[in-house]
Structures are given as structure tokens and as C-alpha cells.
């Protein structure tokens, strides 16, 4: 069993920062991408920022330049820097991984149960 236990989300005025922190942790042999996804109410769930575990980092469009990805591959981690929000970057934030459970098995997607960020104008 895997499990991505986030935390960090919260209630924040425009213009505010917050600091997104996932641990993932159980039956995984390799860690490859991790990231977040974010999903509104009435929306689809959307891609926030991904990075590969050699450091590689890729963005929303509507994020870059405020939001920076990072993570700890000896701690299995991955945090997002977010500053100068907007209303509109209120959603639930999930956590992603995508992993091998073990030698030679397929690669899975996972994502976290998500945290919630609102931004208030």
C-alpha cells in the first residue's frame, strides 16, 4: 500500500504565500516524477507542477513565476513554494507520484486525498 500524506494547505489573503509539503511512503521500489494537481469546485483536476527525481521541474502555465517545486529524494518528499496567490489558485491541492512498486513492474500513478487552499481578495 502507498500512501501521500499532504499538508501545508490553509486560508490566505491575495497576495500571501503558502508552503505545500507531501511524504510518500510504503510499497515503493522507485520513485520517478512527483508533483501537484489541483482541482476548483466545477473544474477538472489540472496539473499544478511536476519535477523528475534528477530535479527537472515543469509548470503551469498559470503558475510560473510564482509557484517553485522542489523535493528531498533521500526523504521520498516533494514541497511546493507558493507566493503572490490569487483567488483564483483556490482549489484542493493533491499530491502525485509516479512509482515502481517493484523491480521490473509497471509504473503507477498515485495521488494524495489533497489539501485545501483558498485565497481570499
Known amino acids: 500500500q502507498v500512501q501521500l500524506v499532504e499538508s501545508g494547505g490553509g486560508l490566505v489573503q491575495a497576495g500571501g504565500s503558502l508552503r505545500l509539503s507531501c511524504a510518500a511512503s510504503?510499497?515503493?521500489?522507485?520513485?520517478?516524477?512527483m508533483g501537484w494537481y489541483r482541482q476548483a469546485p466545477g473544474k477538472e483536476r489540472e496539473l499544478v507542477a511536476t519535477?523528475?527525481?534528477?530535479?527537472?521541474?515543469n509548470y503551469a502555465d498559470s503558475v510560473k513565476g510564482r509557484f517553485t517545486i522542489s523535493r528531498d529524494n533521500a526523504k521520498n518528499t516533494v514541497h511546493s513554494s507558493m507566493n503572490s496567490l490569487k483567488p483564483e489558485d483556490t482549489a484542493v491541492y493533491h499530491c502525485?507520484?509516479?512509482?515502481?512498486?517493484?523491480?521490473?513492474?509497471?509504473?503507477?500513478?498515485?495521488w494524495g486525498q489533497g489539501t485545501q487552499v483558498t485565497v481570499s481578495s
Open positions: 519535477i523528475t527525481s534528477g530535479g527537472f521541474a
Open positions: 502525485y507520484a509516479n512509482f515502481y512498486r517493484t523491480f521490473g513492474s509497471r509504473l503507477n500513478d498515485y
Open positions: 510504503g510499497s515503493i521500489f522507485r520513485l520517478n516524477d
